[in-house]
């Protein structure tokens, strides 16, 4: 009988210590849903969501705090890429959070440009270049789109302009073929 | 003497029509009116234009600059005035305008000067930089910068290099016109590969149907007694010219997924690839000009060299089209490009003019469902499943698709060619790779974003500390300097008290004594 629990106690004990040390050595650093989530949003950082950047979204989502089609920028794309990884129906973007865009990157007039260096505060991603009444400039091929940096331009200097379609980033076209004429 | 020859899996046996643009030799191309060239014509970074409106420029003179070193230098095609540095269409599929530099022929095509470039004294390093300026690429149709090339890989040198003169699409002759005529060029490029690259061997493989091309060849080699060059006839079949199938036939290697031919200590150029070598280093003269065939629904198909930048209408022009023309293939039949117009001008990458018609290609019977026979998979050079692979594109299951490899795909259209629901199996391949490759790009801008964002934050938290503690520092050495100044400020009226006080007593004093008390 007591040799029995001594047993038991003992395998507890060994077991436990197993447990324990394991749970130390092997620890996850983070979340790891969170890390995926992150890896589907655009990083854009442009706070539509209602989140201050891509993580803390990636972080309410995991959480269950936020829905999976708060992100504009990531499009219907994203959210069915979301609700695959989550396990979830798709859903069509909220209109709250804004409406998909084309790609677009910010540049700025400079011609106008008075060099206040507001948008270089603004800009989540360190796109911009310039320094105090120094002409500004985007980096075109880091700008995220967020369009952060629109607002507190007092001179209203930054544009919006789509990416346009170039020889390099041609995609071939999902293959149609016509049908024949009277039958559609 | 007989090699051993391998082969490869798949491949089809489609109408080669190569008879007809064979009957007259190589022809030169006039100077057109003018010349549009475009300023990305290889793999890899476009190159910068060096050259301004107005500018006059010469035969060979650096136009675009190569931009890094996987990029090739373009030149001027011959001497004349820089009319405008603007977009114009480009020999794409997709219709659209990049960079341009025009130029307007003064006619003298005088050249700048120029001078064979003593390779021999030269390190490895610097012939590659010499090529890159000399604007050689691989003229087999991929246009990938040879100077990436000429490398004899970790082992330091070759075993096999394999010239490929195979040229196994249908209608063209360039590659078999150029052996024929200019077979000197050839060998001395070859040779000259051999000696950068410390091969052990050069194989040069032709296509049996091509036996002028293959007498032609070897008797150059004897008279130049070339060392280690062996022409080698091997069986027609398409797609025998693709590089891997090549390879495979030549020496029976077969380079694995995702590994480089240099690994197995062998690698392979076009013979046209050779001879623009042999002319950027023995002459010095960089590549301005190409053999171009021009077949199809012609009066007069036939080959002729074409300065890049000649509209292809113009070398169309010098073969008669016939009135029912309606499209302009670059490339052969299999693989070749759909062009948006005959404007577009002859650039390093066009081996072939295919001038079609309805009568010529009749539209394809319409797409009917896969029954997954697997004819296409028994076509398939690569050893993949290309009915895999379609069910996958054509669902958007890219990631599938990709695990069909369907990177190592060719798209030399042996399935689509031999598939009876008349699939067209390349185009979805195409598609698929695309979107894969968009994605890709944008998964790694997104990653970018993400990096410097979170570096943003952690600057941003650093400026925070960093303020907060000089205020720190800043609030402490004020305090220090109140107590200081607040310790003196109380002696000094502690003085002022006791001085007070002091007198008040003294005074007590003196009045107690000589006043007596009122009472």
Known sequence: ?????????????????????????????????????????????????????????????????????????????????????????????????????????????????????????????????????????????????????????????ISMQPIAESVENWKWKYPVFELARGSA | MSRKLFSFHGGVKPAYNKEASLTEPIGIAPLPAEFVIPLHQSVGGPPHALVKAGQQVKKGQLIGGPDGNVSSAVHASTSGIVKAVEPRLMPHTSGLSALCVVIEPDGKDEWIEHAPIPWRSMSPGEVRDALRDAGVVG??????????KVNPGKQGHLDTLVINGAECEPFITCDDMQMRERSEGIIKGAAILRDLTQAGQVLIGVEDNKPDAIAAMRATVERLKAERIEIVAVPTRYPAGGAKQLIRVLTGIEVPHGRRSTDYGV??????????????????????????????????????????????????ALCGAKPDTDRIIMGGPMMGYRMPDD????????????????????????????????????????????????????????????????FDCIECGCCAYVCGSHIPLVDYFRFAKSEIWARENEKAAADGARERYE?????????????????????????????????????????????????????????????????
């Open chain 2, 267 to 316: 690698q392979c150029f076009n013979t046209g690839t050779a001879h623009a070598i042999h002319d950027a280093l023995e002459l010095g003269q960089p590549m301005i000009s190409r053999i171009v065939t021009v077949a199809g629904n012609v009066e007069r198909p036939r080959n002729f060299e074409v300065r890049f930048g000649t509209p292809m209408k113009d070398v169309v």
């Open chain 2, 455 to 519: 570096f943003r934050l952690a600057r941003e938290e650093r400026d925070k500390a960093e303020k907060a503690a000089k205020l720190a520092a800043k609030a402490a050495e004020t305090k220090a300097k109140l107590a200081a100044a607040g310790n003196a400020e109380d002696e000094k009226n502690k003085n002022l008290i006791a001085d007070a006080v002091a007198r008040a007593e003294a005074q007590k004093a003196t009045t107690s004594e000589g006043k007596p008390r009122a009472d």
């Open chain 1, 1 to 157: 009988m007591l040799s029995a629990l001594l047993v038991m106690a003992l395998g507890a004990v060994v077991l436990g210590a197993a447990l324990g040390f394991a749970a130390v050595k092997f620890r996850v650093e983070g979340d790891p849903l969170v890390e995926k989530i992150d890896s589907i949003l655009p990083q854009t950082q442009c706070g539509q969501c209602g989140f201050p950047g891509c993580r803390p979204y990636a972080e309410a989502i995991a959480k269950g705090d936020a829905d999976i089609n708060q992100c504009p920028p990531g499009g219907d794309e994203g959210v069915r890429k979301l609700a695959d990884l989550l396990g979830r129906e798709f859903k069509p973007l909220s209109g709250e959070h804004g409406i998909e865009k084309p790609k677009s990157t910010a540049v700025i007039d400079e011609n106008t440009c008075i060099g206040c260096t507001l948008c270089l505060q603004a800009c989540p991603v360190d796109a911009i270049v310039g320094a105090a009444k120094q002409m500004h400039t985007v980096i075109a091929a880091q700008c995220t789109g967020c369009e952060l940096c629109l607002e507190p331009c007092p001179v209203d200097c």
């Open chain 2, 343 to 406: 404007s577009v001008p002859v650039v390093k990458a066009t081996n072939c003019i295919l001038v079609g018609s309805k009568a010529l290609f009749p539209p394809p019977p319409p797409e009917m469902p896969c029954i997954r026979c697997g004819e296409c998979a028994k076509a398939c050079p690569s050893d993949l499943q290309p009915f895999e692979m379609y069910w996958f594109s054509r669902a958007k299951l890219f990631g599938k698709a990709q695990e069909y490899h369907l």
């Open chain 2, 139 to 148: 003229l087999g149709g991929a246009v990938f910068p040879s100077h990436l």
